[in-house]
């Protein structure tokens, strides 16, 4: 389990609304969003949107914004890697399904909109090859130091979840994503 850090004055209660935000290519994201979704959704109001329906208006909406996205390149996705996956996809005999918001807009883009703010927490994750994160590189530490540009308190350390070489979804890893936004939203309920 990975260590939760308490954000200094912000105030969480439990009417508190969560919004998860995140990009995915072949599902492996939007997997783990859901299962997140559905473990912070014990304590708190929760949506889970792609980016591109991350609108202003539903992240200003949030107290606490969980965002993330596949690991690409040691880093966020980009228009080059995009069009990679779905180069790979296309291939015959790949099992690989692009997403249909796959050829959109990603967290990079999105991010360069995303407006300052105070005291609202945070949280990140990405999806990531199984191996050491010093070969795979892990998106979801840009992503963590991007939400700290614009202002927000991280509440928990940055988190990956890993797909095999085959691009899925490693065994057990949808169970691990439900466990620690239970174990986050318990963290957040009991320390307001």
Known sequence: PSALLLASGSTHHRGMRVLIVYESMYGNTRVVADQIAEG??????????????????????????????PTHVHSLPSARTRTAAKTAADKPGSDLVLEPDAESEGLREWFEGLPHVKNVGAAAFDTRIDGPAIVTG?????????????????????????????THLAEGEADRALAWAKELAASLAENP
Do not use: C, N, W
């Open 40 to 69: 912070l959704r014990s304590h708190f109001e929760t949506d889970v949107v792609p980016v591109e329906r991350a609108t202003p208006e539903l992240v200003a909406a949030a107290q606490l914004l969980v965002v993330g996205g």
């Open 138 to 166: 892990r998106a979801s530490k840009g992503i963590g130091r991007r939400l700290t540009h614009r202002g927000y308190d991280l509440v928990a350390d940055p988190e990956s979840f890993l797909v095999d070489k085959q």
